[in-house]
């Protein structure tokens, strides 16, 4: 192989010439081991689906290769694109890592075009091995087309919060001067669980580190390290989030934790006793971890010994002493919890332990499909404008007051579907909280959302109890039916249902119901400039059907807008 033969090193890809029976004389795969000065030193463990998959091969017969190029160049008879099939132009094959070559905005598009989780990670169109973005590389120089930026300042000012609290601090992503961190400093992070594996809270800032930015894709890539703690099992989180065009929202994005946890002397199936008259619950333990009623959990094993746990979301912690040897299939295991109503809680081993564990590599996903970001926007009065004759784009006030039960939708999207949140960020501070303790949501989103724009009627409903795990002075869930009058001034008709906690299999039971024109007098936050607008050019709006509150309503916007005119 004369002077520029280079050995290859483990890991690498490899081409072997030569090997086994002639009709095959190449082979590529991935170099396995290497046994130093052996006659046959390199054990190979090959990709091409053939037999043997491992092998070792003789020194002279092995060589380092980049195998998508190696393949690229394979194919250059195959020389137009499998998707367009138009002929390749010079500077326009792309090669995957797989080794299969593509028109340059054939693979972007078809990449684009797949939903996964992280929006730069998708299938290869023909293999449907996973592609990245940045691995895609040019035939005819073999350089990559994609490259990551330090430069964050399209981010610059920007806070991304969830959606389904809408609050500055619980959870959300803040972007200064090139930084980027979350932040947990809500009051309400508690309460929802958002605490540390060994109970503690998260600081109030955890800055992401290797943070990148790709302006093709519209995507922030970082990590959050929590060690030496972790969080759901993880020490390290790694985030793809893809943004929208106008960075208005995140629309898909993944979170990915990774948990390097062995089997432990609890791992098994264990049937869980409580004590009372509650049913037993059977749990699957694997590496520490497990999942009960929708939530994953994970011992704490610094002292091995005296394992113990936190119960998401209600701060209560449960420990036991481990006895020297393993529990045997039957025998049952004493757990103490520093909550009255279950002091003493019994698992009785079903089957286990297991053996062993490979890496546990589990998913949050971001965007509409999981945890919903949008951009936060402080509420101002006089921002907001008045949409005529469209339920989009508009708020509604009670009493005039912003940010007291007052109801706001948003803007359509790409997907036509109608969105909505009640804000609840300028409640007197008398209000009652959760029947938790946990303070009320700022912004909650309207859920199960339904728009006709024939009848102009808006339904929908917030499950408090489902949506964050309490009720609200005992109410459960709430259901809306909302008809507009045909300008969009006001809301003409329709009901606010609050309903209890469902018993079993029966309805929930109805423990309040308001109507609106008569209950409840919503106006359009804008009301009173257009109708000022209207008085002024000699026109006035046509109120017919309407009740005694709306109409006293409308003339207090009016007022009010002829005040400040005036001032």
Not at 163 to 176: I, K, L, N, Q
Not at 249 to 270: I, P
Not at 488 to 514: R, W
């Amino acid at each position: 192989m004369g002077a520029a033969w280079q050995r290859p090193t483990v890991g690498d890809f490899v081409l072997v010439s030569g090997h086994g029976d002639l009709s095959r004389s190449r082979r590529w795969g991935q170099l396995f081991a290497d046994d130093g000065e052996q006659d046959r030193p390199f054990l190979v463990r090959f990709h091409d689906g053939l037999e043997p998959e491992l092998s070792w091969c003789d020194l002279e017969r092995v060589r380092t290769v980049d195998k998508a190029l190696e393949d690229a160049s394979d194919q250059e008879e195959e020389y137009q694109c499998p998707i367009c099939f138009t002929p390749f132009e010079e500077d326009s094959q792309i090669v995957t890592p797989c080794g299969h070559c593509f028109c340059r905005s054939c693979i972007e598009n078809a990449l684009a075009a797949c939903q996964t989780g992280d929006p730069t990670e998708r299938p290869c169109p023909l293999c449907r091995q996973t592609v990245s973005l940045f691995a895609l590389k040019m035939v005819r120089t073999g350089q990559r087309i994609h490259f990551l930026s330090d430069d964050l300042s399209c981010l610059n000012g920007s806070v991304f919060v969830l959606r389904s609290h809408s609050e500055v601090g619980f959870a959300s992503f803040h972007f200064e001067d090139g930084n980027a961190y979350i932040s947990h400093s809500s009051a309400r992070c508690p309460f929802a669980g958002l605490v540390l594996d060994n109970g503690s809270l998260p600081p109030d800032k955890k800055f992401f580190e290797k943070t990148f930015w790709h302006q093709g894709s519209r995507t922030f890539h970082g990590e959050l390290i929590w060690s030496p703690c972790t969080w759901y099992g993880s020490e390290r989180w790694r985030i793809v989030m893809q943004f929208s065009e106008d960075l208005a929202f995140v629309t898909t994005g993944v979170m990915k934790l990774r948990s390097h946890r062995h089997a432990c002397l609890l791992d098994g199936v264990w049937r869980v006793e409580w004590g009372n008259e509650k049913a037993p619950d059977l749990i699957r333990v694997q590496g520490g971890m497990w999942e009960h009623r929708g939530m994953r959990y994970w011992l704490n094993l610094t002292d091995p010994a005296k394992p113990c746990f936190v119960w998401r979301g209600l701060g209560v912690t449960q420990w036991c002493e481990l006895p020297e040897a393993p529990l045997e299939d039957g025998q049952s295991l004493l757990w103490v919890t520093d909550d009255p109503k279950h002091p003493h809680i019994i698992w009785k081993r079903l089957r286990g332990p297991y053996d062993r564990y490979d890496r546990i590599v589990f998913y949050k996903l971001l965007g509409p499909n999981g945890f919903e970001y949008v951009r936060h926007h402080e509420l101002r009065l006089q921002e907001m404008s008045f949409r005529k004759g469209q339920l989009f784009g508009n708020s509604y006030l009670h009493a005039s007051k912003l940010g007291v039960e007052s109801y706001h939708f948003e803007e359509l999207r790409d997907d036509q579907v109608a969105r909505g949140y009640i804000s609840y960020e300028s409640m007197p501070a008398e209000t009652p909280g959760m029947d938790t303790g946990a303070p009320v949501p700022y912004r909650v989103p309207f859920e199960k959302t339904h728009w006709d724009e024939e009848s102009r009627c808006f339904t929908a409903e917030v499950d408090y109890l489902r949506h964050y795990g309490s009720t609200w002075q005992g109410v459960a869930t709430v259901t809306y039916r909302m008809v507009f009058d045909p300008e969009f001034l006001y809301i003409q008709s329709g009901s606010v249902k609050c309903l209890n906690p469902a018993a079993g299999t029966a309805p929930a039971p109805v423990a309040e119901e308001k109507h609106f024109g008569k209950d409840l007098v919503y106006i359009n936050a804008d009301a009173g400039r257009y109708l000022r607008s209207q008085a002024d050019n000699g026109r006035k709006p046509t109120l017919q059907n309407v009740s005694p509150q709306i109409q006293r309503s409308l003339q207090e916007a009016l007022d009010a807008a002829n005040k400040r005119n005036d001032r």
